[in-house]
Every structure is written in C-alpha cells, then in structure tokens.
C-alpha cells in the first residue's frame, strides 16, 4: 500500500532537500563539506530587524491569528518601498498580498489561476518550484528555453499558436536563478506587450532584485506601461536582508490575480506571524545601507570564485545581479556527472545544472553563500583532488 497521490508519487523530492540529505550523509563520515548549493545566505539579519522582532514579541495582541491578507503596516511598508524605489504607486489594500515566503505564494498561484490541462509557460532552465506546482495543480508545462545567446530571454515569438491559446500563466525571473541574467525595463515592456496581446497573465519572480552589482539596478516589472493589467510581481525579503528562515514575501500588481490568489490562500493557510510582519515592514523602510554592505561581500566572493574558475579554465562573464555563478561544466561532462564528481571526490556541493530544467544541461550553479576563504578553498580542492581533468 502507498500512501501517496499520483500526482506527487510523479515528482522527486523537492532538490535542495535531497541535496541536504547527502550533505548530513557525507558530515556524518566526518567529511567537511563546503555547500555552494542553496542560496542560503551565511550573512545574519541585520540587528536593528531582530530587534524590531524581539520588541514586537513583547506585545501579546501580536499573538493572535494574524490578518488573512497581510499586516496593514507590512502591505503599506512594501507599498511604499515601491514608490520609492521604483516609482510605483500600489494599492496597499488591493495591490499587496503578504506571504509566507515567496515559494509559498508562487507553489499556491498556479492552482489559483489555472485549470487542469491549461498550459504554464516556463523558463528553462529556472526555479523548480514552477514547473512541481504546475505539476500538482494538473497543468502542463511549456519551456522557454533560455539560450546563453540571448541572455537568457524567453524568445516569446518560437510559442506556437496552440500552446499560446492555452496558456494561463508565465513565469519571468530577473536577476535569474540559476542563470544570474539581468535585464533592463526593455525586456519587460516587450513580455507585457506580448501578454496582453495573447491575454496570458505573467507572474514576475523577483527574488534578487536587490541583489546587484556595479551599479545595475533591477527595474520592476510594473515599471513596464500597462504591467498593472496582466502582471504581478512576487518579492522575498530573504535574500535581501538575509532572512531566509524568517518565511516572509510579498505579491503586488493586478488586483484581480491577487484577489483570486488571496481566496485560496485564506482556505489553506492563515498568514505569517504578525511580529515577523512588522519586523519586515522594519526592514523595507528603515535604513538600507544593510544591503549595499551585504552586495560589496557578494561583489568580492564572486570575484573570487570567477578568478579561481577561470585558473581551472572555466571561464565565466561576472553577472550583475543575484548570489550565483552559472558556469559551463568542463568539456565532455554532464551537469550531473561534473557536480557528482566534485562532490564526491572534494567534499565541496554545486548544483548540476538540469536540476532547473533540461535548458540547464551542460551548467553547474555556484551559490556564493559561504565566506571568501571558503570558496578559495573550494577551489583548491577542486585543482588538487578533482580526478578529472579540465579543458
Ligand atoms: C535556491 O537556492 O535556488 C533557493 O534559495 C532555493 C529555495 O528558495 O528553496
């Protein structure tokens, strides 16, 4: 007897879970084993929003169901964090939906918006979470393939027409995970043109938008005229301000797709914590030299690991934006054969490239998660116990 739907009997377990799993394996047997799989970031939440946490958690009202929709002050702080970031003016009661992390409120927008047998237009390679969800809620996938060639863009025009006609969602995601591709308001314009010409809503994943480098500044897709009718955009404060575990997000955009959003989620879950809420809302308007700080480190691990790549002849463009490298496995390789033989033989975790999708193939993803001398480190074991022999 197995206890299990179809459905999730057809799905393997979710990848960084299985990645854990051989991590413990391998600490067990007293390996000591540096992870550049997750995008966990090692750095911790800056103290003035623990603090706000700690104060918030004095207050026993907090203690409460929180609101199904999202603490007013946290809908109105992300509001605001978008006019003054990118010149946008949001509906707090209408336009924002809190979230239980951005994972949750993405793996719940697709059986909120599609039926089964309807198609979801997918990057390919991107984040697993897209295609499971399709998956459980009996949709179909479709993959837009993303080429090195044109930066990682979905070419909107190769879709067929019946594909196109029933589709009921797309998926965008700049800065890229796992590719590190950016994009300037440009590419958005054009995908809005494109889904409202085609009528196909367009879910944005903007996870790293603050995660950048050199100056480049990760437009919102609501920036793109007319974004509001066909779009939303789904945000995470778990990269920016290193709060991963805390579970807090955030959907704004198209009130009529977070409305429909907003009823499911009230049947299935009840909210984030309300400290956790205020300490978030804390954090995206208060002082934000926190995260021009946290950029600077990532700035000098990439360099690191471009510069140590590059000595083991992997040769990588620095992206700017998000914590990853996305980097061609050598010659000769699969993406699962290179990421299983560095971590078998150095003790150092990679993530294979197809693990995002067949798109990725021929990839391995390099988290820059861990402190510079780690990464040093990680390739110094790769030139002196790495077997196989690069380029
Ligand atoms: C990643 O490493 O791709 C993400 O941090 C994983 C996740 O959000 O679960």
Redesign the pocket.
């Known amino acids: 007897m197995v206890f299990q739907s179809d459905r999730v009997g057809q799905i393997p377990p979710y990848l ?1 879970a299985e990645i854990n799993k051989k991590k413990e394996a391998m600490i067990q047997t007293g390996i000591d084993v540096i992870d550049l799989g ?3 970031p090692d750095l911790p939440t800056p103290n003035h929003i623990v603090e706000k946490l700690i104060a918030e958690m004095q207050h026993p009202l907090n203690f409460k169901y929180p609101s199904f929709i999202g603490h007013e002050e946290f809908r109105k702080s992300v509001a605001d964090y978008y006019e003054r970031e990118y010149k946008v003016k949001l509906d707090p009661k209408t336009e924002v939906l809190a979230l239980i992390g951005s ?1 949750e409120g993405i793996g719940h927008l697709i059986p909120a918006l599609i039926d089964p047998g309807d198609v979801v237009l997918i990057p390919d390679p991107s ?1 697993p979470v897209y295609r499971m969800a399709t998956h459980l809620a009996s949709g179909e996938s479709y993959s837009m393939l993303l080429k090195e060639e044109n930066n990682f863009e979905p070419e909107f025009d190769s879709i067929p027409k019946d594909i196109l006609t029933r589709s009921k969602l797309m998926f965008l995601n700049y800065p890229g ?2 590719t590190a591709a950016t994009v300037d308001l440009k590419h958005f314009e054009r995908a809005v043109s494109f889904a409202k010409e085609n009528q196909i809503p367009i879910a944005h994943d903007s996870a790293y938008n603050m995660v950048t480098f050199d100056g480049y500044k990760a437009p919102s897709i609501l920036q793109a005229e007319g974004a509001k009718e066909i779009a939303v955009e789904f945000g995470s404060l778990s990269k920016t301000y290193n709060m991963t575990g805390w579970r807090i997000g955030y959907v704004v955009g198209n009130k009529d797709i977070i409305k429909s959003l907003a009823v499911l989620k009230s049947n299935m879950d009840t909210g984030q914590f309300t400290p956790i809420q205020l300490a978030a809302a804390h954090a995206l308007n208060s002082d934000q030299s926190c995260v021009s700080k946290h950029n600077q480190i990532y700035k000098e691990r990439m360099e690191a690991m471009i510069a140590g790549l590059a000595s083991i002849g992997i040769k990588v463009d620095p992206p700017k934006g998000s914590f990853f490298i996305w980097a061609p496995v050598p010659e000769g390789f699969t993406s699962t054969e290179f990421a299983t033989s560095v971590l078998e033989q150095t003790g150092v975790i990679i993530t294979p490239g197809n693990a995002f999708g067949s798109g990725g193939e021929g990839y391995f993803r390099v ?1 820059l998660s861990v402190p510079t001398e780690r990464l040093y480190e990680a390739i110094d074991r790769i030139k002196q116990k790495l077997k196989i022999k690069i380029s």
């Open positions: 960084f997750i995008g966990d994972k984040y995970n796992p988290s």
